[in-house]
């Protein structure tokens, strides 16, 4: 059975830190491009971040551009958010995904279906 399970999510006041993980299961994503999206209440889903199958390659939203890291250990079949200076706004909740293809992640629709896996997500919220 094939699972993707985030952890590192929690509370933190505006301007820290946080460092969410994704591990995937069940097979081996290192051929895999991942990414996160998130999605606040009463909100659509939105994209995040990607890294490509290699880690030579990422992809952001523009909100979040030099805020936030994605990377990637393929032996580990991890994929990290490393997130600095939060905002309220960025209050949400968290979702890990993956698919074989990084241009699912560059074509600017992120339709949700077009991503082979996703996790159950994990809660940031960010006080102000």
């Known amino acids: 059975q094939v699972q993707l399970v985030e952890s590192g999510g929690g509370l933190v006041q505006a301007g820290g830190s946080l460092r969410l993980s994704c591990t995937a299961s069940?097979?081996?994503?290192?051929?895999?491009?991942m990414g996160w999206f998130r999605q606040a209440p009463g909100k659509e889903r939105e994209f995040v971040a990607a890294?490509?199958?290699?880690?030579?390659?990422?992809e952001y939203r523009d909100s979040v551009k030099g805020r936030f890291t994605i990377s990637r250990d393929r032996v580990k079949n991890t994929v990290y958010l490393q997130m600095n200076s939060l905002k309220p706004e960025d209050t949400a909740r968290y979702y890990c995904?993956?698919?074989?293809?990084?241009?699912?992640?560059?074509?600017?629709?992120?339709?949700?279906?077009?991503?082979?896996?996703w996790g159950q997500g994990t809660q940031v919220t960010v006080s102000s």
């Open positions: 890294i490509n199958w290699s880690g030579s390659r990422t």
């Open positions: 995904t993956a698919d074989s293809k990084f241009s699912t992640y560059t074509s600017g629709t992120y339709d949700v279906g077009d991503y082979a896996y």
């Open positions: 069940g097979r081996t994503f290192s051929s895999y491009a």
